[in-house]
């Protein structure tokens, strides 16, 4: 006998049918008339993390909102996380009735905004950024994929198919929008943890939201203390990872002192590590691999930190 419960799959079976924790993010777009229009999100997470030459995030929304509509027609728009304050939440759920025009809500908005720092740097027209945002993910949407570059605004009662399977109009009254991530906003306190190393205090309060229940309220609920659970590292022999070393290239080899360095590394991994090594080897023109080099090149925001 199951010792579960076995509940029905229906629409947003995200929120109806299991307790799914999901971020909150404000999304901020540019409307035809060159203003910074917002609205609430849930359904938004990293979408392409590596292996590629860009990376993404994926957001999933009703495609007759203001930002659907925008991202439609500009392609551009603004990821804000914002603090868990209920203050914060509150004004969240304040921009989230369906239907409610920009001209309408933004007059009574009262989180601020301040100038893209990509349009400050390209001069591009960008949506505006939540100042009160901890962090925030500036994005272009990739209409190209999927075919979805023929897709156009101005549809508010459902799109016609056929429909695209992962990017663009994918239902009649749905979206999926593969997002590039174009650069990435942190306030200082933040990003010096992410360059400097992270501790349990570090941490942003960002609010952890189960969405819209029992026809009337939207529940989330704040940070509670953060816990590190120890990864228990095993390690390759030297002789195993040699072997993978000595066939990763036939001109760019590595010291036992180098290969001493990614014993942790899972042997999953291995190969994609190695291969890194000798792309940076071969652009600095190096044929023997040591453990200083090894440093330089796992050392992956030393930039970052020249600039402190």
């Excluded at 027609?73 to 509150?90: H, Y």
């Excluded at 500036?138 to 994929?145: A, H």
């Excluded at 969405?211 to 590190?228: E, I, L, P, V």
């Excluded at 590292?233 to 036992?256: G, I, N, P, W």
């Amino acid at each position: 006998m199951s010792s579960f419960e076995n509940l029905r799959i229906v629409d947003n079976f995200y929120q109806t049918s299991l307790f799914f924790p999901m971020p909150t993010v404000i999304i901020s777009t540019l409307c035809e008339d060159g203003s910074t229009t917002l609205g609430p999100y849930s359904l938004v997470q990293p979408y392409y993390v590596a292996g590629k030459d860009y990376y993404a995030m994926l957001l999933c929304c009703r495609n007759s909102s203001n930002t659907a509509q925008n991202i439609l027609r500009n392609g551009k728009c603004t990821l804000n996380f914002i603090d868990d304050k209920p203050a914060t939440f509150k004004e969240a759920v304040k921009l989230s009735w369906p239907g409610d025009k920009p001209e309408e809500k933004m007059p009574k908005c009262n989180f601020k905004l301040e100038k893209s720092l990509l349009e400050e740097e390209t001069g591009e027209e960008r949506p505006m950024v939540l100042t009160d945002a901890i962090e925030a993910i500036e994005c272009t949407w990739m209409r190209e994929l999927d075919g979805a570059d023929k897709d156009e605004a101005g549809e508010l009662n459902g799109y016609e198919g056929p429909y695209h399977d992962f990017n663009g109009i994918t239902s009649k009254f749905g979206a999926h929008f593969i997002l590039r991530v174009d650069k990435i906003l942190m306030k200082k306190k933040y990003s010096d943890a992410i360059i400097n190393g992270v501790r349990a205090k570090d941490f942003p309060a960002l609010p952890v939201d189960y969405g819209y229940r029992d026809s009337k309220n939207f529940w989330f609920h704040r940070k509670t203390k953060m816990r590190a659970e120890l990864l228990q590292m095993r390690q390759a022999s030297l002789e195993s990872v040699r072997y993978a070393a000595d066939r990763a290239d036939d001109t760019v080899k590595f010291t036992d002192e180098a290969l001493m360095t990614i014993l942790g590394v899972p042997r999953v991994f291995l190969s994609v590590v190695l291969k890194g090594c000798v792309s940076w080897a071969k652009e600095n023109n190096v044929t023997l691999i040591t453990a200083e080099h090894m440093q330089i090149i796992n050392d992956k925001r030393s930039k970052e930190k020249n600039k402190k």
